[in-house]
């Protein structure tokens, strides 16, 4: 990177909003960095939840690059881009999906030891989820493609029903829809657990 191209980057306001920013990069493409610094994080812990470390050290790159290449389709009615980064990095899970059923299935098999530190109420939730970290591994390695990308972007992304409407491009009611379903498969596995907290728990350090 040249000195322009160094100022040209620090230049960019920490109060501009995505859509600014990926504005502007349709001129001037060192802009993009800004997205990469802000949001690269948020999108390499997604992708180890879902395929692990190791390749969310590879595929965090092909997500922003497939992100830069489709800059100029951003919808900038959008202030925030990172339901878009989501969206792109859920298509990039779905090139890469047998490699997360099988880590949905070594997960079965795999139940940590909880820490004595912790204190009772913690530890007693903990215990708890990682005892039905089987079942749960189970159940969403069952559940369809539309149904496991909406669920886990709502459990570990947090995201809203319009942001991942938004990701997926889908309508709101189709992510109401399916989400409900996939949370009524998984209590019938979990036998009534509740459904976001035990994914949050047994498998929310990826």
Known sequence: MNRSEQVEVADISPSEDDATIIERSARDPERFAAIFDRHAPYIHRYLARRLGAEAADDLVGETFLAAFRRRERFDTAHRDARPWLYGIATHIVSQHRRDEDRRYRIR???????????????????????????????????????????????????????????????????????????????????????????????????
Not at 141 to 164: F, I, N, P
Request: aromatic share 4%; net charge negative.
């Open 108 to 206: 079965q098999a795999y139940v940590p030891a909880t820490s004595e530190a912790s204190h009772a109420d913690r530890v007693a939730t903990v215990v708890t989820a990682r005892s039905l970290r089987g079942l749960l591994s189970a159940a969403l390695a069952k559940l369809s493609t539309g149904d496991r990308d909406v669920l886990l972007l709502v459990a570990w992304e947090e995201l809203t029903y319009e942001q991942v409407g938004a990701a997926l491009a889908i309508p709101v009611g189709t992510v109401r829809s399916r989400l409900n379903r996939a949370r009524k498969q998984l209590r019938e596995a979990l036998g009534d657990a509740d459904t976001t907290t035990t994914i949050e728990e047994a498998l929310g350090n990826g």
